[in-house]
């Protein structure tokens, strides 16, 4: 049952109820092996940031930074400055100087938590040039201070300003002044064009948000949820948030790159993602079937159609499961599809939450069809995450992003744009009167910039109306319905479609080196680079034949004619991919411009 309270207090009405328990796993810092604590543990943690912040002269309102991956002491920082009435600012941990900066300066930081060397680095290069930033506190002890710091100090050193609580009885008055006007987070959105905007997040709208989805989301106190996401992402701070509330054990996974390892360690029964980690799952699965017997292939489909028929064609549509049917889904149950699950590290799940871009349907069915509740939602940063989302018990359709959660009013306005009001819905952005302004309309809607529709009570995207392309012959193409549909191929890492005022469609493609090797060994296409490789007439005849086969359901306009193979994969450090992995679109095109303009030729 969910802890309803102000975030100042949650983790200490947590402790009351759960003690012993444990609450989290995690690996310390330069650390393989796991470690955990309990929701006393935690709760004390959370106690001495908040004395330690007092300590250092901080006063309700003002703001702390956080600049560092997934850690256990992310959480202590976050709630211990709540506990005070602070304003939490995350950054993400691959952040630029030139990005905090940005923000520190924005939001007049004052302390600025980091994690690992690269970020104190960048944070302790940028301090002489931020005027309102006064300290940074380092989470890892390993990290090497510049010999001329004195402005710095480790997390250990910190927690001992916050030992004994000598400052408690000013924080428990701070508790009780706590309310649901004042902004928890600014939260800067990625900047895919200009500068960051900070989105205003209050108390009062995270009290919402999981009031309502503690109404449709199946979480509890015996679940195991694996934090993949950065806490940064809105979408896994807000989920982890919510399970807190419901009393869950987190286990938090601090590199993304582990995040296979870490499910076979200790195997969750639920976590939050995006889809690319879904079109990753589903194309190694697929992948490995190839390899198989005839007969395991033919055991393997007949397993997946069960399960499609079982969990698809009946229960998402709320409907009895034939007794037969059922019985024979015990059986590949049993015998293959646990046998999949159990490879991910899946052993005893229960829901699996995605959102963040288009869901391919294809991949949809297949995780359901291995027995994977996987909950397809819609959300924004200012919407504080959830907007809809697939409710089991109301029945769900493959394709829609769900039904609206309690609270939210939606409407489809001009250009079928999709427009929202409600208690979790921002109340805008950190002084940018400007931009409020154009983007809360005058009966008080939130135009999101996304298109979609409505039908028989579930939500359904069509496009980022600021993505769609419009080619030359006047035809409206969405790239990432393209895109999504062109990842699920097992030799396709990442792809960028180019349309807007072209004659037809055509694609960027980084193709799965590895893959890719093996393929051109095979059949004996010579290389000496990975230049070569993309370049090859052999390799890309292969390629554009397997598009042609994905996209045999699009409308001729839609498809994609011609494909550049690219060497190197888009990056952060290009300035290609936002920290949220999104494509900065103008940036690939203006770096691939020639190779774009070849493809026209």
């Not at 100090?153 to 649901?180: I, T």
């Not at 005839?294 to 549509?317: D, P």
């Not at 409020?436 to 939130?446: I, K, L, P, R």
Request: glycine share 6%; net charge neutral; hydrophobic share 40%.
């Amino acid at each position: 049952m969910q802890t309803k309270c102000h975030l100042s207090v949650l983790a200490h009405n947590q402790a009351k109820k759960y003690g012993s328990r444990k609450a989290m796993s995690f690996c310390n810092f330069g650390e393989k092996n796991w470690s955990s604590i309990t929701w006393n543990d935690f709760s004390c943690h959370v106690m001495e940031v908040s004395n330690a912040l007092l300590n250092l002269g901080l006063k309700p309102q003002e703001k702390v930074a956080v600049f560092s991956q997934n850690c256990v002491e992310y959480l202590y920082s976050d709630f211990g400055a709540y506990g005070v009435r602070l304003i939490t600012i995350p950054f993400y941990a691959t952040s630029s100087e030139q990005q905090i900066q940005f923000m520190i300066h924005d939001a007049e930081v004052k302390v600025i938590f980091v994690g690992e060397q690269e970020q104190y680095d960048k944070a302790y290069r940028v301090f002489s040039v931020c005027p309102s930033l006064e300290r940074i506190v380092v989470f890892d002890s390993g990290v090497v201070m510049n010999p001329q710091d004195t402005v710095s100090m480790y997390f250990k050193d910190f927690l001992k300003l916050g030992e004994g609580y000598p400052r408690q009885s000013e924080v428990e008055e701070q508790w009780r002044l706590a309310n649901n006007e004042e902004i928890c987070n600014i939260l800067y959105t990625s900047g895919t064009t200009g500068d960051p905007k900070g989105v205003i997040l209050t108390h009062g709208q995270y009290r919402a948000a999981l009031d309502a989805n503690d109404k449709v989301v199946p979480v509890g106190e015996t679940d195991r949820v694996m934090n993949f996401l950065p806490f940064t992402h809105i979408f896994e701070k807000a989920w982890t948030y919510f399970c807190i509330s419901e009393g869950a054990s987190l286990i938090i996974n601090t590199d993304p790159k582990e995040i296979l390892q870490s499910l076979k360690q200790i195997p969750p029964t639920c976590m939050c993602s995006v889809p690319r980690f879904w079109e990753k799952v589903y194309v190694a699965v697929k992948e490995k079937m190839e390899s198989a017997t005839t007969i395991q292939k033919k055991l393997f489909a007949h397993a997946l159609n069960v399960g499609r028929k079982r969990n698809i064609e009946y229960l998402s549509k709320c409907r009895r499961v034939p007794l037969a049917l059922e019985l024979e889904y015990k059986m590949m149950n049993k015998t293959v599809l646990s046998m999949v699950r159990g490879q991910l590290g899946l052993k005893n799940p229960n829901i699996f939450p995605t959102a963040g871009a288009y869901v391919s349907p294809e991949v949809e069915a297949f995780v359901h069809s291995i027995g994977l509740n996987m909950i397809v939602g819609y959300g924004l940063t200012e919407s504080l995450a959830t907007v809809s989302c697939d409710q089991m018990d109301k029945g769900y359709t493959i394709g829609s992003v769900g039904r609206p959660i309690e609270g939210i009013e939606v409407k489809i306005g001009e250009d079928n744009e999709i427009l929202l009001k409600g208690p979790t819905i921002t109340r805008g952005y950190y002084k940018r009167d400007n931009i409020n302004a154009e983007v809360f309309d005058e009966d008080g809607f939130f135009h999101t910039g996304d298109a979609g529709y409505m039908k028989d009570g579930e939500l359904y995207l069509t496009e980022r109306i600021k993505d769609l392309f419009k080619t030359s012959n006047g035809k409206y193409i969405a790239p990432q319905m393209v895109e999504s549909m062109l990842l699920v191929d097992k030799y396709i890492d990442q792809v960028a479609v180019v349309a807007d005022k072209r004659k037809f469609v055509s694609a960027l493609i980084v193709p799965d080196f590895r893959l890719l090797e093996e393929w051109a060994r095979e059949w004996n296409v010579p290389f000496n680079d990975y230049d070569e490789l993309c370049s090859n007439v052999k390799v890309l005849k292969m390629m554009m034949e397997r598009i042609e086969t994905l996209q045999q359901g699009l409308a001729s306009y839609e498809k994609v004619k011609r494909i550049a193979l690219i060497p190197k994969p888009f990056s952060m450090e290009s300035g290609e991919l936002t920290n949220t992995l999104k494509l900065k679109r103008a940036v690939v095109y203006k770096n691939y411009g020639s190779i774009i303009e070849k493809l026209y030729e």
